[in-house]
């Protein structure tokens, strides 16, 4: 079965626009699915990665450094970025803690960030967690059909490459 999705924008800070997907018929995007389970099953951990989506996109801007490396077949990366003691940390028990929640990311620039969804990372590998392997199966698919829809002018840059453009009917297929 080909799986259909088209472009939703999300927020757009100063130095970011944000972006997801809504695939098939869904009326939600992939990033908006990811806030109403984690708000109902780890608020605290949602919301560090909520402050560092903030963050990046209203004082940083999307710096490579900012995400961790999620690639598999494409360039996909996931928040929160590496390192307990980075601001804003997550806190657990009083203490910094790592903060073990996934969202999976593409990163086009530094200003433009497509946001997925993720889930609570419980083994080492992404690929060997039965929470987080399908949504970075799918991270990564996704992000390769974007990639290949730059390519072929599809999806298109505005001039000062801090926005993407593409027609009202746009659909991304997998």
């Known amino acids: 079965m080909n799986i259909f999705a088209h472009i939703k924008p999300i927020a757009r800070y100063s130095k970011v626009s944000y972006y997801s997907l809504v695939l098939n018929d869904n ?14 099953s ?25 995400f961790r490396s999620e690639a598999a077949i494409a360039d996909t990366s996931a ?8 601001e804003p940390a ?3 028990k009083g203490k910094k803690a790592n903060n073990m929640l996934r969202l999976y990311t593409f990163r086009l620039n530094e200003n ?7 889930a609570l990372k419980t083994s080492r590998y992404a690929q060997d ?15 390769a059909a974007i990639q290949a829809a730059l390519e072929e002018k599809e999806i298109r840059w505005i001039e000062d490459f801090t926005q993407i453009e593409f027609e009202q009917d746009f659909k991304l297929e997998l």
Not at 27 to 40: H, I, K, M, N, P
Not at 42 to 66: C, E, F, M, V
Not at 79 to 86: A, S
Not at 112 to 118: D, E, M, S
Request: aromatic share 12%; glycine share 6%; proline share 7%.
């Open 42 to 66: 780890n608020k605290s951990k949602l919301n560090h990665i909520l402050s560092w989506i903030k963050i990046i996109g209203i004082k940083y801007g999307a710096q490579p450094h900012h």
């Open 79 to 86: 928040l929160p970025p590496k390192g307990v003691r980075r």
């Open 112 to 118: 433009v960030v497509f946001l997925f969804n993720g």
């Open 129 to 143: 967690c039965p929470n987080v392997s399908p949504h970075f199966d799918l991270a990564n698919k996704l992000t």
């Open 27 to 40: 009326s939600v995007s992939l990033f908006e699915d990811f806030v109403a389970v984690q708000t109902e």
């Open 90 to 92: 997550y806190i657990e």
